[in-house]
T-cell receptor, first 110, second 112 residues
Framework: LAKTTQPISMDSYEGQEVNITCSHN???????ITWYQQFPSQGPRFIIQ???TKVTNEVASLFIPADRKSSTLSLPRVSLSDTAVYYC???????????FGTGTRLLVSP | GAGVSQSPRYKVAKRGQDVALRCDPI?????LFWYQQALGQGPEFLTY????????KSGLPSDRFFAERPEGSVSTLKIQRTQQEDSAVYLC??????????FGPGTRLTVT
């Protein structure tokens, strides 16, 4: 399972765009990149998943360069409620155990 | 539709007691995972079921931990003779084939 590296924490203000970059140099051919969001006292919530190029849903966008050794989660116009821990994971998520790091603690201020 | 549910949400046990934590996965989900999350850390894998078969239990920390999923749906994580170091949030996740894993709210276990 590929190891991921992401910033420990980030600060932002309401209305700004936040980009969290994750590096995964040893990603395997079959691996997908998945991001989860976790609020205190809740289980991780699936945000977005991608394999290559760009994926967008109603919550976020995921940018993956051609070499797939990194990825960037983009949250447009964050609000206070986006304050949470964000985890980047790589793997064949449906069948494989997920290996979480410590994640990125995002703090959104007014 | 309904998500993954777990019960109880909170459990306080005296050291040495046995506890049973329940997970109801999303209907039709083949895969079921248990994770343990210590305060301030990311979740750590405990065990994995595909239908009723326990395919991976490499993350169970000791033989006091036991999980089952006898009919391929509901799963129970049992911890015997609880110790203080077992205090954590226990998360259950389920998935359908290659889809992402969807997590329940967790059970917070406090061993006193």
């Amino acid at each position: 399972l590929a190891k991921t590296t992401q910033p420990i924490s980030m600060d932002s203000y309401e209305g700004q765009e936040v980009n969290i970059t994750c590096s995964h140099n040893n990603i395997a051919t079959n691996d997908y990149i998945t991001w989860y969001q976790q609020f205190p006292s809740q289980g991780p919530r699936f945000i977005i998943q991608g394999y290559k190029t760009k994926v967008t849903n109603e919550v976020a966008s995921l940018f993956i360069p051609a070499d797939r050794k990194s990825s960037t989660l983009s949250l447009p116009r964050v609000s206070l409620s986006d304050t949470a821990v964000y985890y980047c994971l790589v793997g064949d998520t449906g069948f494989q155990k997920l290996v979480f790091g410590t994640g990125t603690r995002l703090l959104v201020s007014p | 539709g309904a998500g993954v549910s777990q019960s109880p949400r909170y459990k306080v046990a005296k050291r040495g007691q046995d506890v049973a934590l329940r997970c109801d996965p999303i209907s039709g989900h083949v895969s079921l995972f248990w994770y343990q999350q210590a305060l301030g850390q990311g979740p750590e894998f405990l065990t994995y079921f595909q239908n009723e078969a326990q395919l991976d239990k490499s993350g169970l920390p000791s033989d006091r931990f036991f999980a089952e999923r006898p009919e391929g749906s509901v799963s129970t994580l049992k911890i015997q003779r609880t110790q203080q170091e077992d205090s954590a949030v226990y998360l259950c996740a389920s998935s359908y084939t290659k889809d992402p894993q969807y997590f329940g709210p967790g059970t917070r276990l406090t061993v006193t």
